[in-house]
């Protein structure tokens, strides 16, 4: 067995990426220019020729998102506790009411019938997240978005190159929000991008996204909504372009990983170890992580020291946000979402990443049985 240690997720930017970065650098324009324009007319192409702009953040795509559907104080926004923290902190941000909905214990997203359940009066949007890349069933979701005339703000950080029923995620749909943090499928280093809808919106998101500026008459600018700065770089936008170009490699390859996950660990090993493993879907799911759900007799703390000595790092997510102190400070406590926080507790993140090999996947899943059975 090799003793290099194996992380649970690292980038991997190729030379001809590197020497565009690089480029841009000599180039004498490092800001937003003409790269950025280049990576968001490709993002359009690929979401079917809808609008889309690009962030330094998928934090603030959804926060920006939230802003343009005009959701603010008084208002409810109903999400999941079982997603990184970003995800019900924009909600604060705006000023609005989080309403979490409990998880479905499968495929560890928002269950709709908990969701139809939390809606009332005041709701006005709902938040999914596509876990580990999964989406939810989308025909579902969007029947309920119209019946109750809520926005739908897709979180789908974790979702590019994921798919359902054929058409990419951002293909379709309301706002979909993307992230391009460093963990994630494609990387720009830091960064975002949001599909929007209309004319109208693209105004509004380049206005939130930069200090609320407009070109307006001959003579120069005006602000007349509150923005802030949160424009993506020529820089990040070239990391951009070069991962781009690899998606579809990227997501076969994470399936075909995924695949040697379960070929590996075979049909008995929930039986064996009593830990949960996802649901084998490749047709939709991009699997930006392979996550499991470790047996109540083991901890995660316990599991992830013991991976280490094997050489294997483990990642987690993610703790359920509604029990993070400055959420306990708004009511929310132990008990109100009983799935979510039994697997938010025992979820594990094993290595996925692009540059992982099937005879990495073998030595992690040789690591997990020894660890599981101890
Ligand atoms: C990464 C991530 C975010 C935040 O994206 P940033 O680009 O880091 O701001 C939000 N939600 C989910 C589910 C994520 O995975």
Redesign the pocket.
Known sequence: MSNTFLPFSKPTIDEATIASVAEVLRSGWITSGPKVAEFEQQLSTYFGGRPVRTFN???CTMEIALRIAGIGAGDEVITTPI??V??ANVILEVGATPVFADIDPVTRNLDLDKVEAAITAKTRAIIP?Y?AGKPLDMDRLYAIAKQHNLRVIE?A??AIGSSWQGKPIGSFGDFVSF???AN?NITTS???CLVLNNQAEVVLAEKYRLQGVSRSGWDGIDVDVLGGKYNMTDIAAAIGLGQFAQLDKITAHRRALARHYFAELGADFEAQTGAILPPPEFANTNWHLFQLELPARMSRPEFMARMKEHQVGVGFHYAPIHLFTLYRELGFKEGMFPIAERVGKQIVSLPMFYSLSIADVSRVCVALRAVLSH
């Open positions: 953040s998928g934090t997603s990184w970003a995800t997240v876990l979180d950080a974790q992230s391009f943090q994630k830091e960064g975002g």
